[in-house]
């Protein structure tokens, strides 16, 4: 009896309720279109296949100048004021049509909500509007060596000084941390806490700072889009303290929510897909069309499980356990492409030559073992979940 009780509890807890967009979101999704019709230019199907990881910071800026970034900001701070429904419609076209975002991406996704949440008034006025402009780029200082995804592990320390602090240790992982000037980082602000989870802080770093060494790490792809940082008691001013010192747990924890539950936890492969469709647009082969059609009907639910966890946000809503739920099956579904291509459809992936559809198989067959890394591992994501099921 008991575990009955605790399943119809939890499956109670844990629904997805439907969210339906506004007017106002598909006005934006036209805005959003005639923007990408205007900017984008000609970019081949491999190029579109890097989606968000692409860097480009001339396309940021323009981003910026249409208004298209920091939609969900207050207008004080150079935003739209606009609901997460809307910024979601934005992201959706951007993915869709593989734009390169990488440059604004974090910054826009995650630092600024942060900030905005938890953050001083002078870092607010500092950083909001350079984010909305597209000018302001973040990455994220989560993930250290030898601690995997267990935030609460992390050993980088910050030591209390007069004016600020002096951090040592190292971040891994960081997304195209040799161009992002800026990194929010998870810190431990004592150094014996009772409980692991207690102690930790954010600071907003600059990497240019002394004391500081970023090192690139070349993936299987041959990109660089990862990196590590070093930090030798590196000075960071008090004012550069996110929210409460201490509370860094709890402030990372919220952030993590705007990260696992976009529509890129299921829409990084979308470039292979749409080659997929091109090729078999007349197929009569069951196995064929039965396989695509599982493949469509899975993206469609996991779209209408982020666009739910939106509209929660926007409620201000505790949603920590069904973004994992998005990013975990979001990731499986990116993952499964490349491998549903080949079983399908028999796709080879190529580096060079072959056909269009074989080369965005080559680039998405490197990318996808990542996939299921970047936002919390696997193994993390189904320990949250669990944990919320046997409460």
């Known amino acids: 009896m008991r575990v009955q009780r605790c399943y119809s509890e939890d499956v109670r807890a844990l629904r997805f309720e439907p969210a339906t967009l506004p007017a106002q979101s598909e006005d934006l999704r036209a805005e959003t279109r005639r923007f990408l019709a205007k900017h984008l230019g000609s970019r081949s199907a491999e190029q579109c296949a890097l989606s968000w990881t692409a860097f480009d910071a001339d396309f940021s800026r323009a981003m910026g100048a249409a208004g298209l970034i920091g939609i969900t900001y207050p207008t004080l701070y150079g935003g739209r004021s606009g609901s997460q429904l809307d910024r979601y419609v934005v992201l959706e076209e951007m993915l869709a049509a593989g734009a390169p975002v990488a440059a604004h991406w974090i910054a826009d996704r995650q630092s600024g909500p942060l900030l905005l949440r938890y953050g001083n008034e002078e870092l607010k006025r500092e950083f909001l509007p350079r984010i909305a402009r597209g000018e302001a780029y973040f990455c994220i200082g989560m993930s250290e060596p030898d601690t995997g995804s267990d935030l609460a592990s992390v050993r980088t320390f910050a030591e209390r000084v007069q004016g600020g602090y002096r951090v040592t240790g190292s971040k891994l992982w960081a997304t195209h941390v040799t161009r992002c000037p800026h990194m929010i980082a998870l810190v431990r602000t004592t150094e014996q806490p009772a409980h692991k989870h207690e102690g930790l802080s954010q600071l907003l770093i600059d990497l240019n700072g002394p004391g ?114 998005v990013k975990e099956l979001g990731t499986s579904f990116e ?57």
């Open 212 to 325: 500081i060494t970023v090192r690139p790490i070349i993936d299987m792809a041959g990109h660089d889009h990862f990196g590590e940082v070093s930090f030798e008691y590196a000075f960071v001013p008090d004012m550069r303290l996110i929210g409460v010192e201490g509370a860094g747990f709890q402030q990372v924890m919220a952030e993590l929510a705007y990260e696992r539950s976009g529509p890129e936890r299921y829409l990084s492969s979308f470039a292979l897909l749409k080659e997929m469709l091109a090729r078999v647009s007349d197929a009569t082969d069951p196995v064929v069309t039965e396989g695509l059609g599982k493949i469509w009907s899975s993206l469609l639910t996991l779209r209408q499980m982020s666009l739910s966890v939106a509209a929660r946000l926007d409620r201000g809503e505790d949603v920590g356990v069904q973004a994992a739920i």
């Open 335 to 391: 993952q499964l492409l490349p491998q549903a291509a080949h079983a399908l459809l028999g796709v080879i992936p190529m580096n060079e030559g072959g056909d269009t559809l074989m080369r965005v198989e080559g680039v998405l067959a490197q990318l996808a073992p990542s996939f299921s890394l970047r936002g919390g591992t696997r193994e993390i994501l189904r320990g949250i979940i669990a944990k919320e099921l046997l409460r």
